[in-house]
């Protein structure tokens, strides 16, 4: 099993706060609801992480409902994990987390995308115009 960030619950609840809106401003629908529930225990509690094993069905639910409309994988097919990299420069996985990625839950999955977005060295998350300017820059001084 793995753990459920905090920061993944605020974006299913605001996921959820646009698509199901309260009636009244005031009563929480569903979905909304239900993960309201886990994240107020867990600042309660003051952690940032739960294990999907004591998260209840219908907030797992709805939290799938939310990972699903996410994107699958970071992946910018420039994978340098095929190239003998022990983490891809493209999208900031380990060349594990690349051969498992099919098999891996949406909450392993997230965790992954957590840790790679929090390194923040991945290419995926520099502007790769950028990238290709300073190459072409390094090339030329040669």
Known sequence: MADIHISDLELAINYWRQ??????????PGHTRVLAEIYAHMVYSRVTRVDEKYVPE???????L???TTPDTPCIAICSTSQGDAVCKGCGRTF???????QM???E???AWR???DEGTAWRFNKY????VEGFDALSNQ
């Open 109 to 111: 999955k997230r965790a």
């Open 129 to 132: 115009a950028e990238r290709a």
């Open 19 to 28: 698509h199901e809106p309260s009636v009244d401003g005031i009563s929480l």
């Open 66 to 68: 939310w990972y699903a």
């Open 96 to 102: 594990e987390e690349v051969q498992l990625w099919p």
């Open 58 to 64: 219908a907030a797992l639910s709805a939290w799938r």
């Open 115 to 117: 840790r790679i977005t």
């Open 105 to 107: 839950t949406p909450v």
